[in-house]
T-cell receptor, first 111, second 113 residues
Framework: GQNIDQPTEMTATEGAIVQINCTYQ??????LFWYQQHAGEAPTFLSYNVLDGLEEKGRFSSFLSRSKGYSYLLLKELQMKDSASYLCAVNGKTNAGKSTFGDGTTLTVKP | DGGITQSPKYLFRKEGQNVTLSCEQN?????MYWYRQDPGQGLRLIYY???????QKGDIAEGYSVSREKKESFPLTVTSAQKNPTAFYLC????????????FGPGTRLTVL
């Protein structure tokens, strides 16, 4: 089975940096995704990590350590529009393409 | 424009009635998925299909049924056997390989009165 843990809520200030952590325990591993979801809308893809290390994409970066079962999403220069839920999802080696999602971290950005 | 569509956006039904949610994609994706999301929670997998005419149960399949007669379409029926059907339902599709992201439809919010 797969188990994914993320903090439930985080608050940060506009212009600051925030790190959202995700830990996972899986029977296999074939990649970790981060999605952003605004209230009442569909999730949208942010990043994908399958090898250890940091992937940078503009203001967003994602890090993976497979040996520790750990990932984080780093958001820089926070903007009010970054207020959303951030979902960590893991693909196991079985059932290619089938992701298991964490419960998400609701980020509130304050002025 | 390529994409994935769900209809309707909002749906109200009386308790005891079956209801079918539509999901269509023109991305030529092999795999399609149905998720349920309750307030403050993540996505839970109901059913998924990796190829036409084949589908598998996810983690919470009880009270739901699906079909995959065409590559583009993956309708979900919420039956009267589903004890608590009020939720936000999301459909997604992907190429089916492990490294490919899933593309989500806009969702259907089902309320059972």
């Amino acid at each position: 089975g797969q188990n994914i843990d993320q903090p439930t809520e985080m608050t940060a200030t506009e212009g600051a940096i925030v790190q959202i952590n995700c830990t996972y325990q899986t029977s296999g591993f074939n990649g970790l995704f981060w999605y952003q979801q605004h209230a009442g809308e569909a999730p949208t893809f942010l990043s994908y990590n399958v090898l250890d290390g940091l992937e940078e994409k503009g203001r967003f970066s994602s890090f993976l350590s497979r040996s520790k079962g750990y990932s984080y999403l780093l958001l820089k220069e926070l903007q009010m529009k970054d207020s959303a839920s951030y979902l960590c999802a893991v693909n196991g080696k079985t059932n290619a393409g089938k992701s298991t999602f964490g419960d998400g971290t609701t980020l509130t950005v304050k002025p | 424009d390529g994409g994935i569509t769900q209809s309707p956006k909002y749906l109200f039904r009386k308790e005891g009635q079956n209801v079918t949610l539509s999901c269509e994609q023109n991305l030529n994706h092999d795999a399609m998925y149905w998720y349920r999301q309750d307030p403050g929670q993540g996505l839970r997998l109901i059913y998924y299909s990796q190829i036409v005419n084949d589908f598998q149960k996810g983690d919470i399949a009880e009270g739901y049924s699906v079909s995959r007669e065409k590559k583009e379409s993956f309708p979900l029926t919420v039956t009267s056997a589903q004890k608590n059907p009020t939720a936000f339902y999301l459909c997604a599709s992907s190429s089916g390989t492990a490294q490919d992201t899933q593309y989500f439809g806009p969702g259907t919010r089902l309320t059972v009165l």
